[in-house]
Nanobody, 127 residues
Framework: QVQLVESGGGLVQAGGSLRLSCAASGRTFSSYTMGWFRQAPGKEREFVAAISWSGGSTYDKDSVKGRFTISRDNAKNTVYLQMNTLKPEDTAVYYC????????????????????WGQGTQVTVSS
């Protein structure tokens, strides 16, 4: 069983920054692919970013290009999402997810690749 706990969400003005954290349980955290997804009201949950066990990362380039950075600290069992130059359209509940099995650069963006999900943290960007 893997437990994921997100933190770091909040209310920020457009152009501001936030850093989300996701603390994971499990002795083999370093072998998981970790992802961030988000869900705005009335919309489906969408991919934001993911990072493989080796540190290779991929992003939803259309929505977060050049603004968001995903990273991980395996010693702390934590994955981060640094979000800069936030826009009102970034407003959503952000979810952390863990994939226990092998993923490719393509499958890292798929919800179906992930086995465990956190409870989410709200990010609200005001204009």
């Amino acid at each position: 069983q893997v437990q994921l706990v997100e933190s770091g969400g909040g209310l920020v003005q457009a152009g501001g920054s936030l850093r989300l954290s996701c603390a994971a349980s499990g002795r083999t955290f370093s072998s998981y692919t970790m992802g961030w997804f988000r869900q705005a009201p009335g919309k489906e949950r969408e991919f934001v970013a993911a990072i493989s066990w080796s540190g290779g990362s991929t992003y939803d380039k259309d929505s977060v290009k050049g603004r968001f950075t995903i990273s991980r600290d395996n010693a702390k069992n934590t994955v981060y999402l640094q979000m800069n130059t936030l826009k009102p359209e970034d407003t959503a509940v952000y979810y952390c997810a863990a994939a226990l099995f092998y993923t490719t650069a393509q499958t890292m963006a798929l919800r179906s690749a992930y086995n465990y999900w956190g409870q989410g943290t709200q990010v609200t960007v005001s204009s």
